[in-house]
């Protein structure tokens, strides 16, 4: 007698952002348990990020009394879990004899809050001063789990003397001009911690060369893009930027001296 019957199992993967397939788990766990209450599992699907992936599981057709039993999901897991993270069990369909749909609907990592500022020297008198400028980023992060990477460009109207500069920490590219940081923000997961707030700020202290001085004024530009490592998804910022006016000039004094009998 061989009471057995195979139940199909189907994976959706569904949501904004899920065509890209490596946002999704590597795999998936499907779990299914019949009106008996004995439980089974679904064997792990190797292709489990393929979009309506099926797998056949072999289960027994009858209850010990001789009922024909029904199959139904009961939870899923994943050894993927930062990813499996980003996905909500938004539908069960068992319409189809013997088979079980299960769909998973993605929801990207959410950025709010986001501000990004540039203050510094706003005058300067000589071409050789030295000058300071503040870069702030802060945000919140909702709806991830994992690690993510924070990096800030800073775009430079001018080369600088790097023996006189001070850059905390930041990479200098004479040929593009720019100073680089990158952060790393790691362990996030939003789901069981709450909401991430992310606050990174960077003072530097710069002294240029090759200035233009008739130039009268210049702008210093910065950017931040926050990538998310586990979807791949970045998160730019709007530029900010410093303008520092030249003000080149200075005094001479005229003396008048007259002289002569009388």
């Given at each position: 007698q061989n009471f057995k019957k195979k139940i199909t199992v189907i994976k959706e993967w569904a949501g904004e952002g899920n065509e890209v397939q490596s946002v999704r788990p590597s795999n998936v766990t499907i779990n299914l348990e019949n009106e008996a209450k004995a439980e089974l599992t679904s064997a792990n699907a190797v292709e489990g990020n393929a979009n309506q992936w099926s797998k056949e599981v072999e289960v027994d057709k009858y209850s010990?009394?001789?009922?024909?039993?029904?199959?139904?999901?009961?939870?899923?897991?994943?050894?993927?879990?930062?990813?499996?993270?980003?996905?909500?069990?938004?539908?069960?369909?068992?319409?189809?004899?013997?088979?079980?749909?299960?769909t998973n609907t993605y929801k990207a990592p959410e950025v709010t809050d986001e501000t990004f500022t540039k203050d510094g020297t706003t005058t300067i008198t000589s071409k050789d001063d030295e000058l300071t400028y503040t870069?702030?980023?802060?945000?919140?992060?909702?709806?991830?789990k994992g690690d993510a990477t924070l990096t800030?460009?800073?775009?430079?109207?001018?080369?600088?003397?790097?023996?006189?500069?001070?850059?905390?920490?930041g990479t200098y590219d004479a040929a593009t001009k720019?100073?680089?940081?990158?952060?790393?923000i790691t362990g996030i997961d939003t789901y069981a911690n709450g909401a991430k707030n992310i606050e990174v700020s960077k003072t530097i202290e710069v002294v240029y060369v090759g200035m233009d001085v008739t130039a009268g004024t210049f702008k210093n530009t910065a950017q931040g893009t926050l990538k998310f490592d586990e979807t791949g998804k970045e998160d730019p910022t709007d530029p900010a930027e410093e303008t520092t006016t030249q003000n080149f000039k200075k005094k001479i004094t005229v003396i008048k001296e007259w002289a002569g009998e009388g």
């Amino acid at each position: 007698q061989n009471f057995k019957k195979k139940i199909t199992v189907i994976k959706e993967w569904a949501g904004e952002g899920n065509e890209v397939q490596s946002v999704r788990p590597s795999n998936v766990t499907i779990n299914l348990e019949n009106e008996a209450k004995a439980e089974l599992t679904s064997a792990n699907a190797v292709e489990g990020n393929a979009n309506q992936w099926s797998k056949e599981v072999e289960v027994d057709k009858y209850s010990k009394d001789g009922k024909e039993l029904t199959y139904g999901y009961v939870s899923e897991t994943s050894t993927d879990a930062n990813k499996f993270a980003s996905y909500t069990n938004t539908g069960v369909d068992t319409s189809v004899a013997d088979t079980v749909k299960v769909t998973n609907t993605y929801k990207a990592p959410e950025v709010t809050d986001e501000t990004f500022t540039k203050d510094g020297t706003t005058t300067i008198t000589s071409k050789d001063d030295e000058l300071t400028y503040t870069i702030s980023y802060s945000s919140t992060v909702t709806d991830y789990k994992g690690d993510a990477t924070l990096t800030i460009v800073d775009k430079l109207p001018y080369e600088i003397d790097e023996t006189k500069s001070d850059l905390n920490g930041g990479t200098y590219d004479a040929a593009t001009k720019t100073i680089t940081w990158t952060e790393r923000i790691t362990g996030i997961d939003t789901y069981a911690n709450g909401a991430k707030n992310i606050e990174v700020s960077k003072t530097i202290e710069v002294v240029y060369v090759g200035m233009d001085v008739t130039a009268g004024t210049f702008k210093n530009t910065a950017q931040g893009t926050l990538k998310f490592d586990e979807t791949g998804k970045e998160d730019p910022t709007d530029p900010a930027e410093e303008t520092t006016t030249q003000n080149f000039k200075k005094k001479i004094t005229v003396i008048k001296e007259w002289a002569g009998e009388g």
